[in-house]
């Protein structure tokens, strides 16, 4: 039985091989594509596998119902999250994760790195993997510091540094830290980021404003529960608890647990917690699934359209003594092996296409055969099943051929009208899903067009950003030195600072607005989103003015700074198109000398400017209120973001003359900036991966359709050798015979379009829907993958019936 | 060893219905060499495939050595034809993604309970049939004769009861049609028992005993000597 699969199998490759090649082509192209993707969505939702706590620890998430602040729960803590839960409900258990910007100093050289400030049981809760040092005991000093391996290796070029010491700026200052542990680097599937850890001290909590104040997001905290029950029994004690803690901290007459919600998020659904991620991330396994499930269609179909040639050995089988059940093993054997064979091969297509996808994804995927063996055995496995599930049918077909009438007749069977029918309605629903892969394709692309098409509402190119103005050791007069020297760069036209800076986020800050012309219940008053800003911060933008003015030195009032100032102070502000609508204005112009109750100040509109568009795609551009905060040297650390207008210098030379001038201004502190274009694209670039990806995957399964209808088409032209025979000696053309030929493969492809397109328009619709500014979806992009679709369909059949209907009738005629 | 008792065969399709065979009682001795003769249409390739287990009566019994086959399942007859049945067919019928050898052995693998080597057995039979220099080939690579010498030594391999043949001789001209006859004759010698259907009267009259049919029926029977 063995002996004769493997026969047949090698057979099929020495006997006829482009039959072969086609299938094992086909079939590999899925498997690659099954198993990429199927890595990608491992990667994805494989997060923070390096504790073996994983299921244990949840995540705080704080979600706000309040208008003009997204919907949807985020992941983040009020600083005094923890110990306000504790007071309440002893038995929680929790720890903290603090990230702030840190300088580290080595010698007179400094470079800035990201440290956590964590509770002294961190290592333990989370089973931090270490490679030195004693996870109980190394947080136990505010002067221990433990560190990555490849911070070890960066900063001392070894990895057992325990002892060592290390000179650090954070918030805390500049302190001397000693090495008390190292620990192994996490995997690039984390969502904590652990470079450098040291002690959260009272200390640090003392030096920042907000940590007890309700809807104030400042770290991470996250709680460990052995019980899954635990969870929503203590989650639905949370509104009570949030009523209570909260009390009149929100206003009188509200409900604070109307308005913000406390839940726990697994850990290991915090990196997927935003459902349009989850969503993006199953929509491309799903692209997996459909590519292997091609490939599959093409197996079947081309060994139902093989089987006819195979009656005849199946009816001396028969004829010899060999059972149905024998030869239905001995069929699906033979499929085993193609399917085991083109496993090895997608496998070998994935390791060779690994470096293009991960350039094309932006991603960093990868196969360690020792780690991932089960893995890969699992997937087989899947595609094993998968595939002798398609192959029952062409087995049982193939059986249960009567020797009797084979071996009687001198032509072979067909396998039947239902064979024939099957054939053209799985070669239709595999079109359907290449032209909808091209419609999507072609949406995608369209909307990632538009979005870096549309007016930002400011000008992105020749805009430079220097964060190391706001960074941790920065002094006032370091500030000022640079500005100035700035200005004196050639080519710089303008500079200016902001606390918010194209997709920069990280001050946002946003406060309830009571307009004071009308009388407002205050639960009811919209949310602002607040920013600083200093003297040409919009002329720097290239921001259009729309109603009133902008701020400056010169008029009194700008000033946002005033030393006793009270309740009947006013300020003046500028405000955005979208405040202007969210506060109920009429227009721009009818804003203007309006007053707000903003942060319990009065707050006077003096201006109306354009939306800016400084957030992801599918975030929508808060309203915003800006105030006037006119001497940027002095304001606090982390909030003077330094905008650069250039024009006439490369990015390189920009940066070099702004990396320079702050040398010279502030040689402590590193220099760190970037352009706007450059900023703006981490919003842009997932989406680019992810339309590269599909795009990879929607070619792949076009490649895969091609293969199967050039197998089919081949095999249907040597099927009608006779009957091109017949019609050539009764007179027609070679053009007549080819456009009968071709006409027989497009008619399927003509009904997966009508199939395709309300099945692409619903999805496209669907995925536009995430969008702030979705392109509007034309009739173009369906023609057009369509168009696509059957010109792929034309190139792989028409050579073949081109040259089918060249044949000579004589020939034909002999053909059996 | 065989007894065919008022057979009849009838084919139905869309709107037609035919009878192949009408009410055929016949019996066949071990040892005998029956040669069947008849125009085209007459029913000697239904009657053979019924012999052969790869028909079955739509009436009427057959059975072989005492065991009615007419109503027995599918996997019973196949084991049948792969304990009992050798057959020679006018085409030949090789596998073509088999080499010559490979082929032969097919008249071995389906069979129950059967051990010991089987290269054996190949060898021997390709030896008296005298194709074992072409044991590598594959059958488009043999002349006509060659091929059906093959199907002989496929079908005697596992020395079968019964030796059904299907116009043999059809497909081959007169010096590899003789070739073929003695062959048969030979095993016949050696106590096979055949049934041959063939249209050649002078092929016809090597066999022991001549059978015609006309119409689906038996209209001779005649004993001939040798």
């Known amino acids: 039985m063995l002996q004769s699969v493997l026969i047949a199998f090698w057979r099929s490759f020495t006997r006829r091989p482009l039959y072969a090649a086609l299938n094992l082509l086909g079939l590999s192209l899925g498997v690659a594509a099954f198993v990429t993707l199927s890595l990608l969505h491992r990667f994805e939702t494989g997060y923070d596998r390096w504790t073996p706590e994983r299921d244990k620890i949840y995540a705080a998430a704080i979600a706000f119902n309040v208008p003009g602040v997204a919907p949807g729960a985020r992941v983040g803590a009020m600083g005094g999250l923890l110990e306000e839960m504790k007071l309440d409900y002893p038995q929680v258990r929790g720890v903290r994760d603090w990230t702030q910007p840190a300088v580290i100093h080595r010698g007179a050289g400094v470079s800035s790195e990201q440290i956590e400030l964590v509770d002294a049981d961190f290592l333990t809760f989370f089973q931090v993997p270490l490679i030195a040092g004693d996870r109980g005991a190394a947080l136990r000093d505010p002067a221990d510091l433990v560190l990555s391996e490849t911070m070890a290796r960066k900063y001392f070029g070894a990895v057992d540094v325990v002892g060592r010491r290390l000179e650090i700026s954070d918030l805390a200052g500049r302190n001397a830290y000693t090495v008390t542990a190292v620990l192994q680097d996490l995997p690039k599937n984390s969502n904590l980021r652990l470079d450098f850890m040291r002690l959260l001290t009272p200390r640090d909590i003392a030096t920042t404003g907000g940590w007890n104040i309700w809807g104030i997001v400042t770290l991470q905290a996250y709680f460990k529960f052995d019980d899954p029950a635990e969870v929503p029994a203590l989650e639905a004690q949370l509104p009570g608890f949030v009523d209570r803690r909260v009390g009149k901290a929100f206003g009188d007459g509200v409900t604070p647990h109307d308005i913000m919600r406390l839940s726990f998020v697994p850990l290991a659904d915090v990196h997927l917690v935003d459902p349009k991620q989850r969503a993006a991330i199953e929509a491309l396994r799903l692209v997996g699934w459909v590519a292997l499930g091609l490939a599959l269609i093409n197996y079947v179909n081309l060994a139902t359209a093989r089987a006819g040639l195979r009656a005849r050995e199946v009816a001396v089988r028969k004829a010899l003594g060999a059972g149905a059940a024998v030869l239905r093993l001995q069929f699906l054997g033979e499929a085993g092996l193609t399917i085991a064979l083109a496993f090895l091969i997608g496998l070998a297509m994935v390791e060779l296409a690994l470096p293009l996808i991960n350039a094309a994804g932006g991603l960093s995927l990868g196969l360690d055969y020792r780690v991932d063996g089960a893995w890969v055995a699992g997937v087989f496995g899947l595609v094993l099943a998968a595939g002798l599930a398609a192959a029952v049918y062409p087995a049982f077909m193939l059986s249960a051929y009567q020797p009797a009438q084979v071996l009687a007749s001198s032509r072979t069977p067909s396998g039947g009208r239902f064979g024939a029918r099957l054939r053209e309605g799985l070669i239709t629903v595999q079109f359907a899903a290449v032209v909808a892969a091209f419609v999507l394709m072609l949406g995608f692309l369209g909307q990632i067009r538009h979005m870096q098409a549309v007016d930002f509402g400011f000008r992105r190119d020749g805009l430079y950003l220097v964060t190391a103005t706001r960074g941790v050791g920065a002094t006032t007069q370091q500030r000022q030195a640079f500005w100035s020297a700035v200005q004196r760069i050639p080519g710089v036209t303008g500079v200016a600072a902001g606390s918010a800076a194209p997709a920069d986020q990280t001050m946002e800050s946003n406060s309830t607005a009571t307009r004071l012309d009308r009388p407002t219940r205050p639960e009811l008053s919209p949310t602002l989103n607040w920013s600083a800003v200093g003297p040409d911060y919009f002329q720097t933008l290239g921001t259009s003015l729309v109603a009133g003015r902008l701020l400056d030195l010169a008029h009194g009032g700008d000033e946002q700074y005033v030393p006793n100032a009270g309740p009947e102070t006013v300020t003046n502000a500028v405000i955005s198109r979208a405040a202007v609508r969210q506060l109920g204005y009429a227009s721009p112009q009818d804003a203007l000398d309006k007053l707000l109750d903003f942060q319990n100040r009065k707050t006077r509109i003096v201006g109306v400017v354009e939306d800016m568009r400084f957030y992801s795609p599918t975030e929508k551009t808060p309203a915003k209120l800006y105030t006037f905060n006119g001497y940027p040297a002095y304001w606090p650390v982390g909030w003077p973001i330094t905008l650069v207008r250039y024009s006439g210098l490369s990015e390189a030379e920009v940066r070099a003359r702004l990396e320079a001038a702050w040398r010279q201004a502030a040689p402590d502190v590193p220099f760190e900036g970037k352009t706007a274009l450059v900023n703006l694209d981490r919003y842009y670039k997932p989406q680019r991966d992810r339309t590269n990806l599909f795009s990879l995957g929607a070619m792949v399964g076009a490649g895969i359709g091609c293969i199967g209808l050039y197998g089919l088409a081949a095999f249907n032209a040597s099927r009608r050798t006779r009957e091109i025979g017949v019609r050539k000696v009764l007179g027609a053309t070679r053009a007549q015979v080819a456009r009968l030929l071709i006409g027989q493969f497009l008619r399927p492809v003509a009904v997966a379009c009508l199939v395709a397109w309300p099945l692409a328009y619903w999805m496209l619709r669907r995925w536009l829907s995430q969008f702030d500014d979705p392109v509007a979806v034309g009739p173009l992009v369906f023609v057009a993958g369509a168009a696509a679709a059957i010109a792929i369909g034309l190139m792989a059949v028409g050579g073949l019936a081109w040259s089918a209907a060249s044949a000579e009738p004589g020939r034909a005629l002999r053909h059996d | ?226």
């Open chain 2, 1 to 226: 060893m065989i007894e065919l008792q008022s057979v009849s065969r009838l084919y139905r399709s869309d709107e037609i219905e035919t009878t192949a065979l009408h009410g055929i009682s016949l019996s066949i001795r071990r040892g005998e060499f029956v040669a069947v003769m008849g125009p085209s249409g007459c029913g000697k390739s239904t009657l053979l495939n019924i012999l052969g287990a790869v028909d079955r009566p739509t009436s009427g019994q057959y059975l072989f050595g005492g065991v009615d086959l007419a109503r027995r399942s599918e996997g019973v007859l196949a084991q049948h034809r792969a304990r009992h049945l050798g057959f020679i067919f006018q085409s030949f019928n090789l596998v073509d993604d088999l080499t010559i050898a490979e082929n032969i052995e097919l008249g071995l693998i389906y069979r129950k309970g059967r051990s010991g080597s089987r290269r054996a057995l190949v060898e021997a039979a390709m030896d008296r049939v005298g194709i074992a220099h072409r044991a590598r080939h594959f059958p488009h690579q043999l002349s006509g004769g060659q091929q059906q010498r093959a199907a002989i030594a496929r079908a005697i391999v596992g020395e079968p009861d019964l030796l059904l043949a299907d116009e043999p001789t059809g497909n081959l001209d007169t010096e590899n049609g003789a070739q073929v006859m003695d062959i048969l004759r030979g095993l016949n010698a050696t106590g096979a028992t055949i049934v041959m259907v063939t249209h050649s009267p002078s092929h016809a009259d090597q066999a022991g005993r001549r059978i015609d049919m006309l119409d689906g029926r038996l209209v001779a029977s005649v004993a001939q000597a040798l």
